[in-house]
T-cell receptor, first 113, second 112 residues
């Protein structure tokens, strides 16, 4: 049973576009929702995270939107750049237990110049 | 700080061989975890530890053993490697004060 469903599997946008990656979760006990960015040959790195008591969080060009009633959250990348080309993973865990993250399957983003 | 380090970077094993993947962190983090990453599958938790001497199973623990004798080290042991264990393995750690997990660079393992 996949607890965190991520879509799309891959995404291609032009420089300056706004890619959107969506995730849905099933376990209502989840209360910590991070997004990780991974470049080829590297380990994932935390990009931005949100808790369910807020509906939106922005850090630079990256924004998480959160819909608790729908059990969905999404990542928006404003003014995307070729350097943003990477694989993005959403994840979820129970607060205080984020060493036990449940990951989505990932989205490979390509930003063309 | 070196952060989270993993050795080796690459390893090829034959079916039935055993080996240990090493993970170390120099950030004095209490919590450490092992994940495996397979194409199209995301990362899946194998084992985790909340402190020295304390370990527990994650989503896919079969075929793997762990121990945590020190805060710094969290080795992952494959007792009898199988082709299904071909994967990229990531170690991660975090402090109890924050949720952010720091990942190592990974070990790419191929089992023939």
């Amino acid at each position: 049973q996949q607890q965190v469903k991520q879509s799309p599997q891959s995404l291609i946008v032009q420089k300056g576009g706004i890619p959107i990656i969506n995730c849905a979760y099933e376990n209502t006990a989840f209360d910590y929702f991070p997004w990780y960015q991974q470049f080829p040959g590297k380990g994932p790195a935390l990009l931005i995270a949100i808790r369910p008591d807020v509906s939106e969080k922005k850090e630079g060009r990256f924004t998480i939107s959160f819909n608790k009633s729908a059990k969905q959250f999404s990542l928006h990348i404003m003014d995307s750049q070729p350097g943003d080309s990477a694989t993005y993973f959403c994840a979820a865990s129970i607060q205080g237990g984020s060493e036990k993250l449940v990951f989505g399957k990932g989205t490979k983003l390509t930003v063309n110049p | 700080n070196a952060g989270v380090t993993q050795t080796p970077k690459f390893q090829v094993l034959k079916t039935g061989q055993s080996m240990t993947l090493q993970c170390a962190q120099d950030m004095n983090h209490e919590y450490m975890s092992w994940y495996r990453q397979d194409p199209g599958m995301g990362l899946r938790l194998i084992h985790y530890s909340v402190g020295a001497g304390i370990t527990d199973q994650g989503e896919v623990p079969n075929g793997y053993n762990v121990s945590r004798s020190t805060t710094e080290d969290f080795p992952l042991r494959l007792l009898s490697a199988a082709p299904s264990q071909t994967s990229v393995y990531f170690c991660a750690s975090r402090t109890s004060a924050y949720n952010e997990q720091f990942f190592g660079p990974g070990t790419r393992l191929t089992v023939l």
